[in-house]
Nanobody, 126 residues
Framework: QVQLVESGGGLVQAGGSLRLSCAAS????????MGWFRQAPGKEREFVAA????????RYADSVKGRFTISRDNVKNTVYLQMDSLKPEDTAVYYC???????????????????WGQGTQVTVSS
């Protein structure tokens, strides 16, 4: 079992930055690909970004490409999401998740993720 705990959310003005962290426990995440998803009120949970086990391959949703950066530190068993140039439409609860699937093609689908955190709220004011 892998337990995931997100942190780093908060209230920020448009154009600002936040760095989310996802700390894992229970077992090492070094063999998992890790993803970030978000869910805004009244909307479905959507893919944001994912990274492979080594950190060398990443994938982003078009809506965040060029503004968000996903990274990981397998020694610290932690995944990060650096969010820059934030927009009000980025407001959502952000979740990290772990998948054993090493195929980029499936990273965008939440059904392939086995473990989920409880989420952290990000609110961007205009």
């Amino acid at each position: 079992q892998v337990q995931l705990v997100e942190s780093g959310g908060g209230l920020v003005q448009a154009g600002g930055s936040l760095r989310l962290s996802c700390a894992a426990s229970g077992r090492t995440i070094s063999s998992y690909c890790m993803g970030w998803f978000r869910q805004a009120p009244g909307k479905e949970r959507e893919f944001v970004a994912a990274v492979n086990w080594s950190g060398g391959i990443t994938r982003y949703a078009d809506s965040v490409k060029g503004r968000f950066t996903i990274s990981r530190d397998n020694v610290k068993n932690t995944v990060y999401l650096q969010m820059d140039s934030l927009k009000p439409e980025d407001t959502a609860v952000y979740y990290c998740a772990a998948t054993p699937q090493n195929y980029q093609a499936v990273w965008g689908s939440r059904i392939h993720y086995d473990y989920w955190g409880q989420g952290t709220q990000v609110t961007v004011s205009s």
